[in-house]
């Protein structure tokens, strides 16, 4: 049975039972845990992270929002937006036949003056979880009276057996920007994780991730979303972050929708956007 849990300081909801494993935290309407019947976990969470109300949680998926990474032009502050830091409003978390819904809001009342992104807003977070399907949708609302842009990611840290051998296939052809060296590319064949990946990719085509060592497959779709981000620290970098274990880079692959950089969003007052991304067991 779903119950609201508290693991200190963090609350937020939680379905675990011998079979399955579902959970969020409310601080940064965090997707925690995603163990379907028969499964090993979908979602990678490092052994380091810190649970704490003032930090990131590593892993899972965080919501980036209103600005990705630095920002667009490279100078914000904290990496990711505010909204991964945020305790957002829980509004229902109710049991259906065949999972969990929760649904979250953050709106200006919680987050209060942002002054690198001074805008009137509600973000919304509903979380299905299912025996084959996770289903994200964010939607943005501008509550204001003047338009806004924003950049969003819901930055998925999936679980796999080795990432050096997983082969990701759909993105075939796109063009992206390798942020590691800096340049614009077109990825050609499958995507392999060989060295340090941080990669922003012009596609709304769906993901597949070929993961041989436990021998699972997963489907990534999105809607609403012009931008797909496939990130792994490699060796080097994991180690240079105090909550990521040294050698936990071989476990973990980011497979994120977003809408970043020049796709950022722009809403006019009243309008609204919602980015929506479904990962499916195969």
Not at 48 to 73: A, H, N, Q, T
Not at 216 to 238: D, E, H, M, Q, Y
Request: net charge negative; hydrophobic share 40%; with cysteine.
């Amino acid at each position: 049975m779903a119950h609201e849990i508290t693991t200190n300081p963090l609350r937020g909801v939680e379905l675990n039972d011998s079979d399955v494993h579902y959970g969020v935290y409310d601080h940064g309407a965090h997707v925690w845990a995603w163990q379907p019947l028969g499964q090993d976990p979908v979602l990678w969470v490092s052994a380091k992270s810190e649970l704490e109300d003032d930090k990131p949680i590593r892993g899972g998926v965080p919501v980036c929002f209103p600005w990705f990474g630095p920002g667009r032009e490279g100078n914000l502050q904290p990496a990711h937006g505010f909204a991964r830091l945020a305790d957002w409003r829980l509004v229902d978390a109710s049991e259906t036949g065949e999972g969990l819904v929760v649904e979250y809001e953050l709106d200006n009342e919680i987050t209060g003056e942002q002054p690198a992104w001074p805008h009137a807003y509600r973000a919304r977070l509903r979380v299905a979880f299912g025996p084959r399907d996770l289903d994200l949708e964010l939607t943005v609302e501008n509550t204001g009276d003047e338009a806004f842009s924003y950049e969003e990611a819901l930055h998925t840290y999936l679980s796999v057996g080795d990432v050096r051998h997983v082969r990701v296939t759909g993105l075939e052809g796109a063009r992206y920007l390798d942020k590691v060296s800096g340049e614009w590319a077109d990825q050609v064949g499958e995507v392999e994780i060989t060295s340090e990946t941080d990669r922003v990719y012009l596609s709304t085509d769906d993901v597949l991730v070929d993961d041989p060592t436990p021998g699972r497959k997963l489907r990534i779709s999105k809607r609403g979303s012009a931008n797909t981000v496939v990130w792994n620290p490699w060796v080097a970098k994991s180690a240079a972050m105090p909550d990521f274990g040294d050698d936990e880079w071989t476990g973990m692959l980011c497979i994120e929708a977003a809408n970043a950089l020049d796709d950022a969003v722009r809403l006019e007052p009243g309008a609204s956007h919602t980015m929506a991304q479904r990962i499916t067991i195969l």
